[in-house]
């Protein structure tokens, strides 16, 4: 049991230490791609290498579970994704960094209402409200400049809150005990099916003439092969085997790597508003997660 758990917590640690970087990636993706064609490579990219890993056809039988297939794809892979590389289009890596990390709120809040998990506790608002506060600083941290990027910002907000979903629908897939891989490969392709109406609608090209570029090259198959097919099968065997909301605590880990990642790759400017929300959106997301959380904060207030 203890090894499972050890092993769970090295998977998802590494799968966030990757997913801390993908920012990067994409930023640097999007002078040349859209968000659509970045989203429709890497995934493709993905697809392909996990059956070529695991070529082993998955039977699934029961419709209500093929279901929970296709939300899982339209929820982690279609919508996530495009909302968070559009949003990037809009807002800074580092601010759709940190807003990433209010994700565990509303897993918890998904778990609670449909997995029906431990109920949502007096310090788990006031960190959540403590996050919020800090997000609203983040998005609005360019005001030396008037510079302001709000949609960008409630885009990345909206992303977390269907990656709750996705990460609801995972859990309840992994009760089936399905082989990871083959599951991975599955919530792939039910993504993929759902982004080719998209294709037709949003602004899309083939364009292979710009992965000859070594940096376009790189970035594309670190975002496919590291980040999509290595990452998606290792989060969904962490959360198979700690659960839900105990893996989605890792991502408190995202800003931070982020933020780091963006200033020395992308040379991006940190004002004070913006490290100011930054502390405050995890420090409200440990006081949320924090058993005693309460009892610490009275006991700072006490010292003052």
Request: proline letters at 2%; charged letters at 10%; glycine letters at 8%.
């Amino acid at each position: 049991m203890q090894e499972n758990q050890l092993a769970g917590h090295l998977s998802v640690f590494i799968t966030i230490l990757i997913w801390g970087t993908t920012f990067i990636s994409t930023k640097v993706l999007l002078v040349d791609f859209t968000p659509l064609e970045i989203l429709f490579f890497r995934f493709s990219m993905g697809l392909l290498a996990l059956m070529l890993i695991y070529p082993q056809r998955l039977k699934v039988t029961d419709n209500k579970q093929e279901l929970y297939f296709a939300g899982a794809g339209l929820c982690g892979v279609t919508l996530y994704f495009l909302l968070e590389n559009i949003a990037l289009t809009y807002s800074m890596a580092s601010n759709v960094g940190v807003i990433s990390c209010i994700a565990p709120f509303f897993t918890a809040l998904f778990s609670y209402c449909f997995l029906g998990g431990e109920k949502l506790r007096a310090n788990f608002l006031l960190g959540f409200g403590a996050a919020l506060f800090g997000i609203s600083l983040i998005t609005f941290n360019s005001s030396t400049s008037f510079q302001l990027n709000p949609l960008g910002d409630f885009l990345a907000v909206l992303a977390t809150i269907v990656w709750a979903a996705y990460s609801i629908f995972t859990k309840k897939i992994s009760a089936y005990g399905y082989n990871t891989i083959q599951m991975t490969r599955r919530i792939f392709a039910y993504g993929l099916v759902f982004m080719l109406p998209a294709l037709f609608f949003l602004d899309f090209r083939v364009g292979l003439e710009r992965f000859a570029n070594p940096v376009n090259l790189f970035n594309i198959i670190f975002l496919g092969l590291g980040a999509s097919a290595m990452c998606f099968v290792t989060w969904n065997f962490s959360v198979k085997l700690l659960g839900v909301v105990k893996t989605s605590i890792y991502i408190y880990l995202v800003p931070v790597i982020t933020v780091v990642t963006s200033v020395i790759v992308l040379k991006e400017q940190i004002t004070l508003l913006a490290i100011v929300g930054s502390v405050l959106t995890v420090s409200g997301v440990f006081i949320s997660d924090s058993q005693n959380g309460l009892k610490l904060l009275a006991n700072l207030v006490r010292k003052r």
